[in-house]
């Protein structure tokens, strides 16, 4: 029972495997339901709290839809509902009862801020009326509300998240506010009109409570789910032990089967070809094989009880009985490469051997059946190889040789091989060596003969090598060859392939190429050089236009303030006035002339580049700003900024310019917002933005923006000579990046720049 016991080992073992695999499935199962089950409440959380959301948005849009639609209402004057200052435009927003009680108009608006109030104190929900052009400034959007206001101007109706505020999560929904025409008799001074998006209310419901909600109902989820893991687990255990039980049992009877056909049938369980017992006297079929049984096709049942030569399959090896009384005198019958037909209707060749001998006084006949089929058919499979592979010999455009140890001497070269070396035939070839066909010395100054044997060597240890050659045709002609050395085996004799291709050609052409490189290179230095003298040339005459341009500026200041001392008393008002514009213009005059000096001498500044804290260069200038404009309401908001490459001094003139825009273009603003943001972005390094809330500019001109004396403002408004941001782009791409800027008229613009970023 040994070999039995151990194919009900291995069918145990293999049977634990795969309840290992099945219980790792279902606590895969069991863990990935539950955590959808898990996943989805708490999505079921905060949809509810979605919903409470929208229920309070329907609520107090109802309420103001109502409030709307009778103009507002009046209300007794009292502390908590003074007199709206924002309705003073209304001639009726205070009336008087008959019994001379005061009543204020309440608008909608003024209803629903109230009511919000009196939510947020009961039910804990947080409502905001807004919009991006607030009347009261305790309307005025914050930066979430404001991201959907400008979602709903592009056709959203609906926005929500879940935020966090006072340190509490919230589900924050904000839905879009349709100017109606009773809106107008308090907002028509805005501009908006009928059905337009006027603003929005957003509603921020508490989710903590509901997540609490759902969080108790964990634990249910994980112990149902642990109980049918548990279940399953059972079932797997269960399962497998009864089939292990039925594999024992299996194994238990299979060995016993093959115990007893060990005992009566071990000729034909030990031979690997067919083998057919005849009855001597008669020719019936007394037993058969079942490898012959496989190797036909053909049932047991097919063969016994039958004459030989009533098996149709035999009838070309025994055709009648006359064959069959041969076979028994001579004893002996042999067949070689003869067809049979297997039960599919397949033909195979077979060796077929019968011989006649004694089994207990009575003769049988044993026929021997061999397929020799997959022997023919890997004979031609090895032909057609060869043949394939000597066509690939012959058709080959490389070199193609056989080397032979111990001497290493060419023993084959293809038609390539005898046309690369000058050979009239393979006979006149194959008597060379490698080294034989090569100059006495390579271009390094080693020895061909040495070198070879080096590159022999190295092919045989490594399985191949390639290399670069200079080979000799028989006619003495010199080449450079690409040559690949791989090794081989046949018949146990170490041999060695080389293939070999002609690069003159490739030669000729980089040599070609490195010649035009150094006509390049010197067209480069001499390009350069004139572009050298060009830049001397250029600063020279920036040099001799300032001198000669400051001569009559110079001149023009020097009489005009003559005139202002000695003849101010006898001009009129008028006169004094364009006196006073011939000095203004002429200092005016000199700042350009030294900002277009500044900028000119910009490219030719060498730079030193090396890791510059932006935090602490914008910084700086924020610092310098605002002790400047300490009259004006500036709140500057500086993020933390990466650190860049770049030259310090460079740098500190772009946050100059574009701050003191930032600074000077929101002068016309009760409160001006200045931000300064920087972020790394993989493809362009770092970027820095600085953003306001000023007057900002038209797109359609922002080609503008940074031409040398492109002003987009009049200078009435705002003074500048229009050099600084042509400055400043010039020193952002001097330093491998770009700047471009977007804007919005009244609403301020923001500039982006981008540096490489700091090396770690």
Same mark, same amino acid.
């Given at each position: 029972m040994t070999a039995a016991k151990a194919w009900s080992d291995n069918s145990v073992t293999r049977l634990w495997h795969y309840a290992l695999v099945v219980a790792a499935a279902w606590t895969l199962f069991v863990a990935a339901t539950l955590a959808w089950n898990l996943l989805e409440n708490r999505r079921d959380a905060l949809e509810a709290g979605r919903i409470q959301a929208r229920l309070a948005f329907q609520k107090d849009l109802v309420f103001r839809h109502w409030a709307a639609l009778h103009g507002g209402v009046y209300v007794p004057v009292t502390k908590e509902t003074p007199p709206n200052p924002y309705l003073s435009h209304i001639p009726e927003r205070d009336i008087k009862t008959p019994s001379n009680k005061l009543l204020t108009l309440v608008n909608p608006a003024y209803m629903m801020r109230q009511m919000h109030e009196l939510g947020r104190e009961q039910f804990g929900h947080l409502s905001h009326i807004t919009s991006l052009k607030p009347i009261r400034p305790e309307n005025a959007a914050d930066a979430w509300e404001t991201n959907a206001l400008k979602a709903f101007e592009k056709g959203v109706t609906e926005v929500s998240s879940v935020e966090t505020m006072d340190g509490q999560p919230y589900m924050r929904l904000m839905r879009s506010l349709v100017t109606e025409g009773s809106c107008l008799k308090c907002h028509a001074a805005q501009g908006y009109k009928e059905g337009g998006i006027r603003g929005g209310i957003s509603i921020s419901v508490? =989710?903590?409570?509901?997540?609490?909600?759902?969080?108790?109902?964990?634990?249910?989820?994980?112990?149902?789910?642990?109980?049918?893991?548990? =279940?399953?687990?059972?079932?797997?255990?269960?399962?497998? *032990?009864?089939?292990?039980?039925?594999?024992?049992? *299996?194994?238990?009877?299979?060995?016993?089967?093959?115990?007893?056909?060990?005992?009566?049938?071990?000729?034909?369980?030990?031979?690997?070809?067919?083998?057919?017992?005849?009855?001597?006297?008669?020719?019936?079929?007394?037993?058969?094989?079942?490898?012959?049984?496989?190797?036909?096709?053909?049932?047991?049942?097919?063969?016994?009880?039958?004459?030989?030569?009533? /098996?149709?399959?035999?009838?070309?090896?025994?055709?009648?009985?006359?064959?069959?009384?041969?076979?028994?005198?001579?004893?002996?019958?042999?067949?070689?490469?003869?067809?049979?037909?297997?039960?599919?209707?397949?033909?195979?060749?077979?060796?077929?051997?019968?011989?006649?001998?004694?089994?207990?006084?009575?003769?049988?006949?044993?026929?021997? =059946?061999?397929?020799?089929?997959?022997?023919?058919?890997?004979?031609?499979?090895?032909?057609?190889?060869?043949?394939?592979?000597?066509?690939?010999?012959?058709?080959? *455009?490389?070199?193609?040789?056989? /080397?032979?140890?111990?001497?290493?001497?060419?023993?084959?070269?293809?038609?390539?091989?005898?046309?690369?070396?000058? %050979?009239?035939?393979?006979?006149?070839?194959?008597?060379?060596?490698?080294?034989?066909?090569?100059?006495?010395?390579?271009?390094?100054?080693?020895?061909?003969?040495?070198?070879?044997?080096?590159? =022999?060597?190295?092919?045989?240890?490594?399985?191949?090598?390639?290399?670069?050659?200079?080979?000799?045709?028989?006619?003495?002609?010199?080449?450079?060859?690409?040559?690949? /050395?791989?090794?081989?085996?046949?018949?146990?004799?170490?041999?060695?392939?080389?293939?070999?291709?002609?690069?003159?050609?490739?030669?000729?052409?980089?040599?070609?190429?490195?010649?035009?490189?150094?006509?390049?290179?010197?067209?480069?230095?001499?390009?350069?050089?004139?572009?050298?003298?060009?830049?001397?040339?250029?600063?020279?005459?920036?040099?001799?236009?300032?001198?000669?341009?400051?001569?009559?500026?110079?001149?023009?200041?020097?009489?005009?303030?003559?005139?202002?001392?000695?003849?101010?008393p006898r001009l009129d008002e008028e006169g004094r006035r364009l006196l006073g514009t011939i000095c203004g213009e002429a200092s005016?005059?000199?700042?350009?002339?030294?900002? $277009?000096?500044?900028?000119?001498?910009?490219? *030719?500044?060498?730079?030193?580049? %090396?890791?510059?804290?932006?935090?602490?260069?914008?910084?700086?200038?924020?610092?310098?700003?605002?002790?400047?404009?300490?009259?004006?309401?500036?709140?500057?908001? $500086?993020?933390?900024?990466?650190?860049?490459?770049?030259?310090?001094?460079?740098?500190?003139?772009?946050w100059v310019n574009l701050i003191s825009n930032a600074v000077k273009y929101t002068r016309g603003k009760p409160v001006a917002e200045i931000e300064i943001i920087g972020r790394a972005d993989g493809s362009d390094g770092i970027v820095y933005c600085v953003k306001d809330n000023g007057a900002g500019f038209d797109m359609k001109h922002v080609q503008k923006l940074f031409g040398v004396f492109q002003r987009l403002h009049n200078e009435s408004d705002f003074e500048g000579t229009g050099v600084g941001l042509a400055l400043v782009q010039r020193i952002v791409q001097r330093h491998g990046g770009r700047i471009w800027a977007e804007g919005k008229v009244n609403e301020g613009a923001t500039f982006h720049f981008t540096l490489p970023a700091s090396k770690e």
């Amino acid at each position: 029972m040994t070999a039995a016991k151990a194919w009900s080992d291995n069918s145990v073992t293999r049977l634990w495997h795969y309840a290992l695999v099945v219980a790792a499935a279902w606590t895969l199962f069991v863990a990935a339901t539950l955590a959808w089950n898990l996943l989805e409440n708490r999505r079921d959380a905060l949809e509810a709290g979605r919903i409470q959301a929208r229920l309070a948005f329907q609520k107090d849009l109802v309420f103001r839809h109502w409030a709307a639609l009778h103009g507002g209402v009046y209300v007794p004057v009292t502390k908590e509902t003074p007199p709206n200052p924002y309705l003073s435009h209304i001639p009726e927003r205070d009336i008087k009862t008959p019994s001379n009680k005061l009543l204020t108009l309440v608008n909608p608006a003024y209803m629903m801020r109230q009511m919000h109030e009196l939510g947020r104190e009961q039910f804990g929900h947080l409502s905001h009326i807004t919009s991006l052009k607030p009347i009261r400034p305790e309307n005025a959007a914050d930066a979430w509300e404001t991201n959907a206001l400008k979602a709903f101007e592009k056709g959203v109706t609906e926005v929500s998240s879940v935020e966090t505020m006072d340190g509490q999560p919230y589900m924050r929904l904000m839905r879009s506010l349709v100017t109606e025409g009773s809106c107008l008799k308090c907002h028509a001074a805005q501009g908006y009109k009928e059905g337009g998006i006027r603003g929005g209310i957003s509603i921020s419901v508490p =989710i903590t409570p509901l997540m609490d909600n759902a969080n108790r109902q964990l634990a249910p989820l994980a112990v149902g789910s642990s109980l049918v893991w548990l =279940i399953g687990l059972s079932a797997v255990g269960f399962s497998a *032990r009864r089939k292990r039980q039925r594999n024992l049992e *299996r194994a238990v009877a299979t060995e016993a089967l093959r115990a007893s056909e060990v005992r009566y049938r071990r000729l034909f369980e030990a031979a690997r070809e067919g083998i057919l017992i005849l009855d001597a006297e008669t020719g019936m079929v007394v037993d058969v094989n079942p490898f012959l049984i496989e190797m036909l096709g053909y049932s047991h049942e097919v063969f016994l009880g039958k004459k030989v030569w009533e /098996l149709g399959f035999f009838k070309d090896i025994i055709a009648n009985q006359d064959n069959f009384a041969e076979l028994q005198k001579n004893e002996y019958i042999r067949y070689e490469d003869m067809a049979l037909e297997t039960s599919d209707g397949q033909r195979i060749e077979v060796e077929f051997i019968s011989n006649v001998y004694l089994v207990n006084h009575h003769k049988v006949i044993q026929c021997n =059946i061999r397929d020799i089929s997959e022997g023919h058919r890997a004979a031609a499979v090895l032909r057609k190889s060869e043949e394939k592979h000597r066509l690939l010999f012959v058709s080959s *455009r490389d070199a193609i040789m056989t /080397l032979e140890s111990p001497f290493w001497v060419f023993t084959s070269g293809n038609p390539a091989a005898l046309k690369m070396f000058g %050979a009239e035939n393979e006979e006149g070839f194959i008597s060379y060596r490698p080294w034989e066909l090569s100059p006495e010395r390579q271009p390094d100054g080693r020895a061909s003969a040495e070198a070879a044997k080096e590159m =022999i060597e190295t092919a045989l240890h490594e399985g191949f090598h390639f290399f670069e050659w200079t080979h000799r045709r028989i006619g003495g002609e010199e080449f450079p060859a690409d040559v690949l /050395l791989t090794r081989m085996e046949q018949d146990g004799k170490v041999m060695l392939q080389a293939s070999a291709r002609d690069i003159t050609e490739r030669k000729r052409v980089t040599e070609e190429i490195r010649k035009l490189n150094a006509e390049l290179e010197q067209r480069v230095h001499e390009r350069t050089a004139q572009l050298e003298m060009a830049n001397m040339e250029l600063e020279a005459f920036s040099y001799s236009v300032s001198h000669d341009l400051r001569a009559p500026l110079r001149s023009i200041n020097g009489f005009a303030s003559i005139l202002t001392e000695d003849y101010a008393p006898r001009l009129d008002e008028e006169g004094r006035r364009l006196l006073g514009t011939i000095c203004g213009e002429a200092s005016r005059m000199g700042q350009m002339i030294d900002e $277009l000096l500044s900028f000119a001498r910009l490219g *030719r500044q060498s730079m030193q580049v %090396a890791e510059t804290d932006m935090t602490a260069l914008a910084q700086g200038v924020l610092d310098q700003c605002a002790a400047q404009a300490l009259d004006r309401n500036i709140q500057f908001k $500086l993020h933390p900024l990466p650190a860049a490459q770049g030259d310090a001094a460079m740098l500190s003139h772009v946050w100059v310019n574009l701050i003191s825009n930032a600074v000077k273009y929101t002068r016309g603003k009760p409160v001006a917002e200045i931000e300064i943001i920087g972020r790394a972005d993989g493809s362009d390094g770092i970027v820095y933005c600085v953003k306001d809330n000023g007057a900002g500019f038209d797109m359609k001109h922002v080609q503008k923006l940074f031409g040398v004396f492109q002003r987009l403002h009049n200078e009435s408004d705002f003074e500048g000579t229009g050099v600084g941001l042509a400055l400043v782009q010039r020193i952002v791409q001097r330093h491998g990046g770009r700047i471009w800027a977007e804007g919005k008229v009244n609403e301020g613009a923001t500039f982006h720049f981008t540096l490489p970023a700091s090396k770690e």
